[in-house]
């Protein structure tokens, strides 16, 4: 048996940073992810005047409940999605002027529904270029709070940013939601929340969910990140398509707050062996795999992983619900299509689905990558009974997973 340690969860670290920099006293994140998007994150909180102390292993950050400790700053978000949504948050509930930006990725990925939200909450800010990205100005003047009304279908960011934001306000949010795409990620934010001292409750009504959050600030508090899921699903899809594969993610097991380790059930589904128990996740390979239809709109991270897996299925592998991985780091529904059919895959695709037909990839095939991480690692994973698979950009791993080529041939070698 296997056993792989996986680095720490992007999306928590994320969540980790910023409730710890809004928080009363000086928290301790256990072994964080190190990578390109939590650098930049972190980097942009110590531009905002935050002060962070990072050892290997353990991250230091004096939190500052009323906001920056400065009265200007720029910040360069890089690539990341969660800094470029999560700072500008944060950095409204203070008072001074900031200016973020991100890279010409991250410039074309929506923002538009967040800064709608906090313009009906009062804040200042202006989009430098084109309205509803980035680059963007805030203006801070603390923030009173009240009730709005958020689409949340293109990315659960949005909704992630505000309940973040609510325990900040003056008097409190009322956030209800009329649509919401990947909600166990908002079920991390709940979880995270409280853990550091908030106070949320939620109700079903006709108009849709509400979520209400008191303004209680947060408290500090030692907080441990748990293994990352959608990294850890590269490793699962090996193992199931590997005769005799095995793999155990120790970490993540029934208490895991990261929705994507559902991803193991739809191995089940195809055949492969899972056992999920307290404190880690273990798949096995029985040496076939069966084609299925999966709505994926709640752990659609992991789409491409299975859409690389997805020809070597006995039956074709149909995944809908997933319009949202269009808006991703690159438009990843047509991303794993042009580089199945580049591998003689028969694919068809329509606005928010992908079906993948059973076949045999040929190499030797450049897989285009589009910058796109996940495309990398998904597709690392048809490469193990496909030679001649490369990538044209395989160093954009360092968003998440900078040793991820290292870790996963070694890993491979002893399948």
Not at 64 to 86: I, K, L, M, N, S
Not at 235 to 264: I, N, R, S
Not at 288 to 296: C, D, E, I
Not at 344 to 358: A, F, N, R
Request: charged share 20%.
């Amino acid at each position: 048996m296997t056993v792989i340690d996986i680095p720490g969860s992007k999306s928590v670290t994320a969540r980790a940073l910023f409730l710890a920099a809004a928080a009363e006293g000086t928290t301790t994140l256990l072994r964080p992810l190190r990578s390109d998007d939590t650098e930049g994150f972190a980097e942009g909180l110590k531009a905002l005047g935050y002060a962070v102390r990072q050892e290997p292993g353990a991250w230091h950050i004096e939190g500052r409940p009323a906001g920056p400790g400065v009265a200007e700053a720029d910040v360069y978000c890089r690539d990341g999605a969660t800094t470029a949504r999560f700072l500008p948050a944060l950095a409204a509930a203070g008072h001074g002027t900031f200016r973020f930006d991100a890279s010409p990725q991250m410039r074309r990925r929506p923002l538009g529904p967040l800064t709608t939200a906090l313009r009906e909450l009062g804040v200042e800010l202006a989009h430098g270029e084109r309205e509803g990205h980035h680059p963007l100005t805030v203006t801070g003047r603390g923030i009173k709070g009240g009730a709005l009304r958020l689409d949340a279908g293109q990315s659960s960011q949005y909704l992630t940013a505000l309940l973040m934001l609510g325990p900040l306000t003056a008097g409190g949010l009322a956030i209800t939601v009329t649509d919401l795409v990947s909600e166990p990620y908002v079920e991390i934010t709940l979880a995270m929340m409280r853990a550091f001292g908030a106070e949320i409750t939620r109700e079903d009504g006709p108009e849709g969910r509400t979520y209400t959050v008191a303004p209680t600030g947060y408290r500090a508090t030692t907080y441990a990140i748990e293994p990352d899921a959608s990294t850890s699903s590269y490793f699962f899809a090996a193992a199931a398509l590997t005769p005799g594969g095995e793999v155990t993610v120790p970490g993540l097991g029934t208490g895991a707050l990261q929705g994507d380790l559902g991803f193991v059930d739809v191995l089940r589904r195809m055949g492969a062996e899972v056992t999920v128990a307290a404190d880690r996740t273990t798949v096995r390979s029985t040496g076939a795999l069966r084609g299925l239809t999966v709505n994926m709109r709640d752990i659609s991270d992991t789409m491409p992983t299975l859409a690389a897996l997805a020809p070597f299925a006995e039956g074709p592998v149909r995944i809908e619900d997933v319009a949202n991985t269009r808006v991703k780091e690159c438009d990843r529904l047509d991303a794993c299509a042009e580089n199945l059919r580049a591998l003689g895959v028969t694919v068809d695709t329509g606005p928010d689905w992908i079906e993948i037909h059973p076949g045999t990839p040929a190499g030797p095939v450049e897989i285009a990558t589009h910058g796109d991480h996940r495309i990398v690692m998904s597709f690392a994973v048809t490469g193990l009974r496909t030679p001649g698979v490369t990538f044209d950009d395989p160093g954009c791993v360092r968003k998440t997973f900078p040793d991820f080529h290292t870790v996963f041939e070694a890993f491979a070698r002893g399948l």
